[in-house]
């Protein structure tokens, strides 16, 4: 049985070495006859330790609000990060809309909390599929909100959150995998060290 792990993780800005996670979740999905389905979800709030560091549009972006950031709604990074480790022992590929920028994050936190991590799985990327599409002048746009908009891919409630984010992602890979459209997609696998880098990162 073939599994992925979709991963999204929503941040106090772009600078990996700076700014901080402040919410991360995951899904583990396996392959069945009509696509990949949702088994198990995680979603997890962390409190920042440097929001003076934030970019103003960042926060906008993914909807902080130190009210519902509190001790009581938080959880302990480490504890996330070594539930992560073990989420992606035993499958297959990582899924993410430009992961790179996910894993970027991550590699950092995993170090500054000295947390020593199994390498990154190889991972399949919506945005480079996506890139691929809007090159080829078949998409306006290689956002995921775009690309779901255009695909038809509705999961319900805000995009920007990480466990919205991950539930638009698989649904936009399903379609992207599947042989229903009218147009052929290639859909490669990446690494962590060989990484697709998105031309015109806007999530």
Same mark, same amino acid.
């Given at each position: 049985m073939r599994e992925l792990l979709v991963i999204d993780c929503e941040t106090t800005g772009r600078n990996s070495q700076v700014h901080e996670i402040?919410?991360?979740a995951w899904l583990r999905c396996e392959s069945t006859a009509d696509g990949w389905k949702i088994r198990t979800s995680e979603e997890y709030k962390i409190k920042p330790g440097?929001?003076?560091l934030a970019e103003d549009e960042a926060l906008a972006i993914?909807?902080?609000? #130190? !009210?519902?950031?509190?001790?009581?709604?938080?959880t302990d990074l480490s504890i996330v990060l070594r539930k992560l480790n073990d989420?992606?022992?035993g499958v297959d590929r990582l899924l993410g809309h430009n992961l790179i920028f996910d894993l970027r994050f991550l590699s950092e936190a995993y170090e500054r909390e000295n947390?020593?991590?199994?390498?990154? #799985? !190889?991972?399949?990327d919506t945005r480079a599929e996506g890139e691929d599409l809007k090159r080829?002048?078949?998409?306006h746009g290689a956002s995921l909100s775009r690309l779901c908009r255009h695909f038809d891919v509705n999961v319900g409630g805000r995009s920007h959150t990480a466990l919205i984010d991950c539930e638009m992602t698989v649904g936009l890979f399903n379609v992207l995998e599947s042989r229903s459209l009218p147009y052929p997609i290639l859909i490669k696998f990446w690494t962590y060290q060989n990484p697709f880098i998105s031309p015109s990162f806007s999530s």
């Amino acid at each position: 049985m073939r599994e992925l792990l979709v991963i999204d993780c929503e941040t106090t800005g772009r600078n990996s070495q700076v700014h901080e996670i402040i919410e991360i979740a995951w899904l583990r999905c396996e392959s069945t006859a009509d696509g990949w389905k949702i088994r198990t979800s995680e979603e997890y709030k962390i409190k920042p330790g440097k929001i003076e560091l934030a970019e103003d549009e960042a926060l906008a972006i993914n909807g902080y609000d #130190p !009210s519902e950031w509190t001790d009581e709604a938080t959880t302990d990074l480490s504890i996330v990060l070594r539930k992560l480790n073990d989420a992606m022992t035993g499958v297959d590929r990582l899924l993410g809309h430009n992961l790179i920028f996910d894993l970027r994050f991550l590699s950092e936190a995993y170090e500054r909390e000295n947390i020593v991590h199994s390498d990154f #799985p !190889s991972y399949y990327d919506t945005r480079a599929e996506g890139e691929d599409l809007k090159r080829r002048g078949l998409v306006h746009g290689a956002s995921l909100s775009r690309l779901c908009r255009h695909f038809d891919v509705n999961v319900g409630g805000r995009s920007h959150t990480a466990l919205i984010d991950c539930e638009m992602t698989v649904g936009l890979f399903n379609v992207l995998e599947s042989r229903s459209l009218p147009y052929p997609i290639l859909i490669k696998f990446w690494t962590y060290q060989n990484p697709f880098i998105s031309p015109s990162f806007s999530s």
